[in-house]
C-alpha cells in the first residue's frame, strides 16, 4: 500500500509532463472548413483560377496570447495533378490541428504546356498518364513551381491576414509538402529575394501550340482548358516571387517538411537568406520520380523502362534536380560564414526494391511515406523547439501586426524621374529589381521618408523591395 501511495504521488507530480508534450501529442478535437477561396490568378493558359484551401481549427484548446503556430499542408502530382484533398496534406492538417495548430490544406494553379512534337509513352498498364509529362521546355518546369510558390505565398498572408478570426501567430509558420508539394514549399521558404528569381519565371517566347495527342487526357481531362485551339500560348513574366496576393502582412517560417521533394534550382550556395527555418526531410533511397541525391526528374522511372519491351519514347525535357540526401550533404557543405544555415532531420530507409518490385508491389513504391503515422510526429518533434509563445508579440504579432498590417506608400507609380517612399516605420534600406533578378537601385534611409532617384531606369516594370525597421514589403513599379 506505502509503495502505491509513493507512485501514485510520483505520478501527479510528473502528471502534467505525461499528460501533454505541448505541440506533440495530438491532444484537441478539430472543426475543418472546407473549400476557403484564398485567391485567384492567371493559370499557364491564361485561364483565371480560384484557389481554395481547406482550414482545420482545434475547438477545445486554449491558443496563446499571441494566438497558435500555423502549418500549411502542400499536395504533390508533377505539377499536373493533385488536390488539397488527397493524399498526406489532410492527414498533416488534421494532425497538427490535433496537436493545437491552425492548420490547411491548399490548392494552387496546375499545369504546362507539353510539347508541339509527336512523343508517345503507352505504358497504359500502369495506369499512368506518361505522355502528359513531355513538356514544351524545361523552363515549364521552373514556371510551374514559381506558380505554385507563388500561391502558397498568397495563401500564407491569406490566413495571416485573418489573423484574429483564425488565432494564429505570424511568427511561427510552418509548411510541409509531398513530392511537387515538397519542391514547393523549399522554394516558398528559402526562396526571399528579388535576385534568386529564376530566368525561366520571366518573359519567354510563346509556346508552340502542344501536339494532338494530349489533347484528350492532358488538356480536356484536368479542365486545363477546353482544347489546345483554345489555349493562350503566351508565356508572360510571371511577376515577384512572392506573388501579388494579400500582400503587405508580413509572417515568420520557422519550419519546413520536405516529404520526397527537392530543389530545381540552387537557392543556397550563392544567396544569403533573412531566415534559416528548421528543415525536416524524408526521402527514401529507391524514389523512381525524384531522386534521392541529383539527376533529372523521373530519372528512376526512366532506367525501369529500359528493362522490358514497352511502346514507349521516353519523357522529354526533364529538369535536374537535387533530392533530400543532395540538399542535406549540399547544405552540409557550405560554410555558415557564407549564408545562415538551417538545422536539419534527415529521415530515410534503407529500401531498395527495384522498379518491378515497386510496381509489384505499390506499398514498396520508393516515392512514398513508409510510416506516416512515425514521420509525422518526428517532424512534429523536430519543429516543437522553434515555435515562440513568448510576449512581447512581435511586430507580426496577432496583437499587434495583424490590427496594423505594414503600409508602404509610393508616389507616383507610374514613375517619371523618381519616386517618394513613406511608410508608418522608419525605412532602412529600399532596392529596386529588373525583372530578370538583377538589383538596378540600392538606396540606404534612415527615416519614414526616402525619396529614390530612377532616372537611369528605362521604361519598364520593376520590383521594389522596401525594408522596415518592422518588417518588409515588395511592390511592383512601373517607369
Not at 483560377?49 to 491558443?63: A, Q, V
Not at 537568406?273 to 524514389?287: E, K
Not at 528493362?307 to 540526401?325: D, V
Amino acid at each position: 500500500m506505502k509503495k502505491s501511495l509513493i507512485l501514485l504521488l510520483a505520478l501527479q507530480f510528473f502528471l502534467p509532463e505525461i499528460k501533454a508534450q505541448k505541440w506533440i501529442d495530438t491532444l484537441y478535437q478539430v472543426q475543418k472548413i472546407e473549400n476557403v477561396v484564398y485567391g485567384s490568378d492567371a493559370d499557364f493558359a491564361g485561364n483565371l483560377r480560384e484557389l481554395k484551401m481547406n482550414i482545420f481549427l482545434p475547438i477545445n484548446d486554449t491558443p496563446p496570447s499571441c494566438g497558435r503556430p500555423l502549418l500549411i499542408a502542400v499536395h504533390g502530382g508533377a505539377f499536373l495533378a493533385g488536390n488539397k484533398d488527397a493524399d498526406a496534406p489532410p492527414y498533416w492538417a488534421k494532425q497538427f490541428a490535433q496537436r493545437g495548430y491552425t492548420t490547411a490544406s491548399v490548392n494552387y494553379r496546375l499545369g504546362m504546356f507539353q510539347t508541339s512534337s509527336l512523343v508517345n509513352c503507352n505504358v497504359s498498364a500502369l495506369g499512368v498518364p506518361w505522355n502528359c509529362l513531355n513538356m514544351q521546355d524545361t523552363a515549364e518546369w521552373y514556371r510551374a513551381a514559381y506558380r505554385a510558390q507563388q500561391d502558397l505565398k498568397g495563401a500564407i498572408r491569406f490566413l495571416v491576414k485573418q489573423a484574429q478570426d483564425y488565432q494564429i501567430d505570424p511568427r511561427n509558420v510552418f509548411l510541409v509538402g509531398e513530392s511537387a508539394g515538397g519542391i514547393t514549399v523549399m522554394q516558398a521558404a528559402f526562396l526571399d529575394d528579388p535576385a534568386e528569381k529564376p530566368i525561366e519565371a520571366g518573359a519567354l517566347p510563346d509556346a508552340l501550340a502542344p501536339n494532338a495527342i494530349y489533347e484528350n487526357q492532358c488538356i480536356q481531362t484536368p479542365s486545363f482548358d477546353t482544347s489546345i485551339a483554345s489555349m493562350q500560348l503566351q508565356r508572360p513574366d510571371l511577376g515577384p516571387f512572392g506573388g501579388s496576393l494579400h500582400i503587405g502582412y508580413g509572417y515568420t517560417i520557422k519550419g519546413v517538411g520536405n516529404f520526397y521533394g527537392g530543389l530545381i534550382q540552387d537557392i543556397f550556395s550563392n544567396y544569403a537568406y533573412s531566415q534559416a527555418p528548421r528543415l525536416y526531410m524524408f526521402h527514401q533511397p529507391n524514389d523512381l520520380v525524384v531522386p534521392y541525391d541529383q539527376q533529372a526528374v523521373y530519372q528512376g522511372a526512366a532506367y525501369c523502362f529500359t528493362q522490358w519491351p514497352a511502346n514507349c519514347q521516353w519523357i522529354i525535357n526533364r529538369p535536374q534536380i537535387k533530392g533530400s540526401r543532395g540538399i542535406r550533404d549540399m547544405i552540409n557543405n557550405l560554410s555558415a560564414s557564407v549564408t545562415i544555415l538551417p538545422l536539419i532531420q534527415f529521415d530515410s530507409t534503407l529500401n531498395t526494391t527495384d522498379c518491378l518490385g515497386q510496381i509489384a508491389n505499390p506499398a514498396l513504391s520508393g516515392h512514398a511515406i513508409d510510416n506516416i503515422w512515425l514521420r509525422t510526429l518526428n517532424m512534429a518533434q523536430f519543429f516543437a523547439p522553434a515555435i515562440d509563445t513568448s510576449k512581447p508579440c512581435g511586430p507580426n504579432s496577432l496583437a499587434n501586426h495583424m490590427t496594423n498590417p505594414i503600409s508602404v506608400k509610393v508616389s507616383p507609380n507610374p514613375v517619371i524621374h523618381g519616386c517618394m517612399i513613406e511608410s508608418e516605420h522608419a525605412i532602412i534600406l529600399c532596392k529596386v529589381y529588373d525583372l530578370t533578378g538583377r538589383k538596378r537601385i540600392q538606396h540606404q534611409a534612415n527615416s519614414s521618408t526616402c525619396w529614390l532617384d530612377l532616372s537611369t531606369l528605362r521604361s519598364g516594370i520593376y520590383f521594389l523591395q522596401v525594408e522596415t525597421i518592422k518588417g518588409r514589403v515588395n511592390i511592383q513599379i512601373r517607369k
